[in-house]
C-alpha cells in the first residue's frame, strides 16, 4: 500500500474546506439525493461524498457504507486529488500497487473506483464524489460524464451554504447594529427631551409674566424659541418611532370591523371635528396588524388634515381586499405635494420645506417611517399629487 501524499497547497487547501463549515455535520437531504442519483446512473453500490480532512476522509454523504469517515493514509480520494484528471477510475484496485493491500480492498472489498474532484471555485480541491464497486468493472462515457457533472453540482452547494452562511451573518450584524440605534435613539431621546420640555415651559412662563413689559418684537423672539423647541421635540419623537418601527411588526394579526377601525382614526386625528371622513370598503372585517396599519394611516391622515389650507378638509380612505393583499388608498384635498419632491418623499430626512397649518416644517421622519412599516408587511407604497388639489397615497399589506 502507499499512502497518499499531501499537496503542495495542502495548508491552503485545507483552509478552503474549513470555509464552508461543513466538517462533523449530519447528513443532508440535499448531498444524499446526489450520492443516491449517482450510485443508481454508474450502477454501483456505494456513492460518497467526501472532503479531505487534516487526517481523515469526512464522508458528507454515504450511500451503501454505515461509516462517516476514514483514516486519510488509507483513502482513495487522498489519491485522486493529487492526480490532474477530471475523472480518476481505479478499474482493480487488486492490481494497482497503491491499493492491494489496502484495508478498504482486503476488508471491504472495495475493487472498483471512480471520483470527480470537488473543485471550488478558486481551484482548490476539497474533495470527491467518488463510486465504489466490489468487482472490476468500467464506466461508459455517459456516466463519466454524468459523474463529473453532478461533482460540479455538489460544489454549487457548497457554494450556496457559504453564501447563506455569510448573508446569515450579515443579517446578524445589521440586526445588532439596528438594536444599538434603537437603544441610541431611545437614550437621545430621554436625555434630549426633558431639557427641552423646560425649555419650553420656562418659554411660556416668561412670556405670560412680561407680556405687559417686553416689546412685540422680544415676544416674537420668545414665539419663536418655543416653536424651535416643538420642533426639534416632535424631530426627536420622529426619530424614535423611526427606529422603533420594526417592533410593531412582531405583533400576530388581529381581525377588526373596518367601520371601528375608521371610527378611531378619526377620534386620533380629527381633534377639531371639522373633517370630511369618506371611508369605503369592499370587506367589512380585515385581518391585518392593527398597530401597524393604524400608524401608517394616522400618519397619512393627519398630514393631510395639517397640510390642508382649504375651510373644507376632505379624506377619503378605501380599501379592496384582492389576492393576497388589502389595497388601500388615502385621497384628500389639501395643498398637494409639489412635483420635483414626489420622487424624494419617503426618503429619511426629505422634507419638502412646506410649512404646515401651524406654521410648523416637517421633520422628513413620518412618510419614512410609513415606507418602512409597510415594506416590512410585505407591502408597496406610491404617491401621486396635483398641487393645488391634493395627493392621492396607494399602499398594500400582504394578508
Same mark, same amino acid.
Given at each position: 500500500? !502507499?499512502t497518499p ?14 470555509? &464552508?463549515?461543513?466538517?462533523?455535520t449530519?447528513?443532508?437531504?440535499? &448531498? ?19 472532503l479531505l480532512?487534516?487526517?481523515r ?11 462517516s ?19 480518476t ?7 494497482? =500497487? ?14 472498483f473506483?471512480?471520483?470527480?474532484p470537488?473543485?471550488d471555485?478558486?481551484?482548490?480541491k476539497?474533495?470527491m ?18 459523474l ?6 455538489? !460544489? ?6 457559504y453564501?447563506?452562511f455569510? $448573508? ?6 445589521l440586526?445588532?447594529?439596528?438594536e ?15 431639557? $427641552? ?10 412670556? &405670560? ?15 419663536y ?17 423611526f &427606529? ?9 394579526k388581529?381581525?377588526?370591523?373596518f367601520? %371601528? ?13 371639522n373633517v ?20 401608517i ?7 393631510? !388634515?395639517?397640510?390642508n ?8 380612505v %378605501?380599501?379592496?381586499?384582492?389576492k393576497g393583499?388589502?389595497e388601500?388608498?388615502?385621497k384628500?384635498n ?6 420635483e ?5 419617503? =426618503?429619511?430626512?426629505s422634507?419638502v ?8 416644517v ?20 406610491s ?8 395627493? $392621492? ?7
Amino acid at each position: 500500500m !502507499i499512502t497518499p501524499s499531501i499537496p503542495k497547497n495542502e495548508k491552503e487547501r485545507q483552509a478552503r474546506v474549513e470555509k &464552508y463549515q461543513l466538517l462533523d455535520t449530519l447528513p443532508e437531504e440535499n &448531498y444524499d439525493n446526489i450520492t443516491s442519483l449517482v450510485s443508481y446512473i454508474c450502477n454501483t453500490p456505494i456513492s460518497l461524498i467526501t472532503l479531505l480532512d487534516k487526517d481523515r476522509n469526512f464522508l458528507k454523504s454515504h450511500y451503501g457504507v454505515p461509516f462517516s469517515e476514514s483514516p486519510r493514509e488509507i483513502s482513495f480520494c487522498g489519491h485522486a486529488i493529487n492526480s490532474n484528471d477530471a475523472i480518476t477510475i481505479i478499474e482493480d484496485s487488486r492490481k494497482d =500497487e497503491r491499493f492491494f493491500d489496502n484495508p478498504l480492498v482486503t476488508e471491504y472489498q472495495a475493487i472498483f473506483y471512480a471520483g470527480a474532484p470537488l473543485v471550488d471555485s478558486s481551484g482548490y480541491k476539497l474533495g470527491m464524489l467518488c463510486v465504489y464497486d466490489n468487482k472490476p468493472r468500467k464506466l461508459s462515457e455517459q456516466q463519466q460524464n454524468a459523474l463529473i457533472s453532478m461533482s460540479k453540482q455538489v !460544489i454549487n452547494l457548497f457554494e450556496q451554504r457559504y453564501q447563506n452562511f455569510k $448573508l446569515q451573518k450579515f443579517q446578524d450584524k445589521l440586526k445588532r447594529r439596528n438594536e444599538d440605534l434603537q437603544r441610541f435613539a431611545s437614550v437621545v431621546s430621554h436625555d434630549l427631551k426633558s431639557p $427641552l420640555a423646560n425649555i419650553i415651559s420656562l418659554t411660556e412662563l416668561l412670556a &405670560y409674566d412680561n407680556k405687559d413689559t417686553l416689546n412685540e418684537e422680544s415676544l416674537q423672539y420668545l414665539e419663536y424659541l418655543k416653536s424651535s423647541s416643538y420642533s426639534l421635540r416632535n424631530y426627536i419623537d420622529g426619530i424614535l418611532k423611526f &427606529y422603533k418601527s420594526d417592533n410593531l411588526i412582531a405583533r400576530k394579526k388581529e381581525t377588526i370591523d373596518f367601520d %371601528v377601525l375608521m371610527s378611531e382614526l378619526k377620534k386620533i386625528t380629527d381633534t377639531e371635528r371639522n373633517v370630511i371622513f369618506n371611508c369605503q370598503s369592499s370587506v367589512r372585517e380585515i385581518t391585518v396588524n392593527r398597530a401597524a396599519l393604524m400608524q401608517i394611516l394616522i400618519n397619512l391622515v393627519t398630514n393631510a !388634515i395639517k397640510y390642508n389650507t382649504k375651510s373644507n378638509i376632505i379624506v377619503e380612505v %378605501v380599501v379592496r381586499d384582492t389576492k393576497g393583499f388589502y389595497e388601500f388608498s388615502v385621497k384628500d384635498n389639501a395643498d398637494g405635494i409639489p412635483k420635483e419632491h414626489l420622487d424624494k418623499i419617503f =426618503e429619511l430626512f426629505s422634507v419638502v420645506g412646506v410649512a404646515d397649518r401651524d406654521g410648523n416644517v416637517g421633520t422628513g421622519i413620518g412618510l419614512a417611517t410609513v415606507k418602512k412599516i409597510i415594506n416590512n408587511l410585505g407591502g408597496k407604497i406610491s404617491v401621486s399629487s396635483k398641487e393645488g388639489e391634493g395627493s $392621492l397615497f396607494n399602499f398594500t399589506i400582504a394578508r
